[in-house]
């Protein structure tokens, strides 16, 4: 999701929220997978404390890809309306 696709569409995330969001994927991974005894607090500390952070910069991305969507779905109704 946060490669461009060349006249398709562009990256629904940029790569700051990727990484990121790949910091709370690899701790699920963990806490799915590990015993939780294994769990560092000043890692969960961090992440508590990014999370606010993380939640902004993915909800601007989804809210620029929304637009992108908004304007193609444009494009589309005026070509319909001109055939």
């Known amino acids: 999701m946060s490669t461009e696709l060349t006249g398709i569409r562009p990256a629904v995330l940029s790569q700051s929220t990727r990484l990121c969001l790949d910091e709370y994927r690899e701790f699920r991974h963990v806490v799915r997978n590990v015993y939780t005894f294994n769990l560092r607090t000043n890692r969960l500390d961090n992440l508590a404390s990014e999370l606010g952070a993380c939640f902004s910069r ?26």
Do not use: N, P, R, Y
């Open 58 to 83: 993915f909800s601007q991305d989804i809210a620029q890809f929304i637009s992108f969507l908004e304007q193609v779905s444009q494009a589309d109704d005026q070509l319909t309306e001109e055939l």
